[in-house]
């Protein structure tokens, strides 16, 4: 599959928009949250599960690296990809892997969900800020 320079021009400025953010952050972390379900199930070390998760994040940096895009929309959008991915897991593990976890509270939901929240703020956020503080030196 060879892309001709324009095709990769296109894409890189349909990258470079804000308004296709959202589309991109719903595609890569459903693809992701698949990928780490497929993790989950075939693999039974509980520790590699954070390999999607960092491919999941440097990838989505690197995919939007050369764009004009601000901190705060990278932020977002990296956060919602990341939010995705861990809304899929997390389901999948409640409806099939644990259908036990079902009857528990609603609480004990939250705050688990919201962990992975404030790890996807931090995670997100240093990453967003790297790119913009260092991106600029690096072209």
Not at 58 to 67: A, M, N, S
Not at 87 to 105: D, K, Q, S, T, W
Request: glycine fraction near 8%.
């Amino acid at each position: 599959m060879n892309l001709k320079k324009r095709e990769v021009q296109s894409l890189s400025l349909w990258f470079n928009q804000p308004r296709n953010l959202p589309s991109l952050s719903l595609i890569y972390g459903g693809t992701f949250g698949a990928l780490i379900i497929t993790t989950k199930v075939l693999l039974t070390i509980a520790g590699l599960i954070f390999v999607p998760y960092a491919i999941l994040v440097i990838g989505f940096f690197w995919l939007i690296k050369k764009t004009q895009i601000s901190y705060f929309h990278r932020f977002l959008a990296g956060l919602a990809s990341f939010m995705l991915a861990t809304l899929i897991i997390y389901f999948y593990i409640i409806l099939v892997a644990n259908p036990g976890a079902r009857e528990m509270p609603i609480s004990g939901h939250l705050w688990r969900i919201g962990i992975m929240l404030a790890i996807g703020i931090v995670v997100n956020g240093l990453m967003a800020y790297l790119q913009s503080r260092f991106e600029p030196k690096l072209s």
